[in-house]
T-cell receptor, first 111, second 113 residues
Framework: GDSVTQMEGPVTLSEEAFLTINCTYT??????LFWYVQYPGEGLQLLLK?????DKGSNKGFEATYRKETTSFHLEKGSVQVSDSAVYFC??????????FGTGTRLKVLA | NAGVTQTPKFRVLKTGQSMTLLCAQD?????MYWYRQDPGMGLRLIHY???????AKGEVPDGYNVSRLKKQNFLLGLESAAPSQTSVYFC????????????FGPGTRLLVL
């Protein structure tokens, strides 16, 4: 069945460091891919998305490219800030209702 | 525009008690979802609805029931709470099929003793 695998955390970085959070997926058909972010005590909110192969989603300095050949959607940011500390979820959406989330990666950015 | 709201924010139940969690959205979305979030397991879909008057089972439906009598509301019921249902519950809504963005509520933290 469809699935999403993302790197386990926590990931701890210093401010202004480069961030990569890996996400790979398996799916039948042509899913849409998402990154959601969850700040402490809050619900998830969309960070970026891509709906077809080679699309690049971007928002707030974060980027991810939908790579069909490697079934990946890795999240990157060139220079993280303390305010980026949160849990990041990779997800795919396909079919009639199927929406599958990864287990989440906690990011901690130190000043 | 409040988006997705959930009531209550936090609740403690004793084993065997019942309760209803309320989700409301003001975006006129057709699809609504209930998830539970447990440490190390991400979000798991409990039930979902593709429109007013319709409901369907998700990945982990046992022990829960739902109703969607009005388009803007989606209720999640626990008839006889168990400690295994201790979790954080999130409601979400979207325009349509899962290619669309989901909008999440702030969550309900439930502790079953």
């Amino acid at each position: 069945g469809d699935s999403v695998t993302q790197m386990e955390g926590p990931v701890t970085l210093s401010e202004e460091a480069f961030l990569t959070i890996n996400c790979t997926y398996t799916a039948t058909g042509y899913p849409s891919l998402f990154w959601y972010v969850q700040y402490p005590g809050e619900g998830l909110q969309l960070l970026l998305k891509a709906t077809k192969a080679d699309d690049k989603g971007s928002n707030k300095g974060f980027e991810a490219t939908y790579r069909k050949e490697t079934t990946s959607f890795h999240l990157e940011k060139g220079s993280v800030q303390v305010s980026d500390s949160a849990v990041y979820f990779c997800a795919l959406g396909s079919g009639t209702y199927k929406y599958i989330f990864g287990t989440g990666t906690r990011l901690k950015v130190l000043a | 525009n409040a988006g997705v709201t959930q009531t209550p924010k936090f609740r403690v139940l004793k084993t065997g008690q019942s309760m209803t969690l309320l989700c409301a959205q003001d975006m006129n979305h057709e699809y609504m979802y209930w998830y539970r979030q447990d440490p190390g397991m991400g979000l798991r879909l409990i039930h979902y609805s593709v429109g007013e008057g319709t409901t369907a089972k998700g990945e982990v439906p046992d022990g829960y029931n739902v109703s969607r009598l009005k388009k803007q509301n989606f209720l999640l019921g626990l008839e006889s709470a168990a400690p295994s249902q201790t979790s954080v519950y999130f409601c979400a809504s979207s325009w349509g099929q899962p290619q669309e963005t989901q909008y999440f509520g702030p969550g309900t933290r439930l502790l079953v003793l």
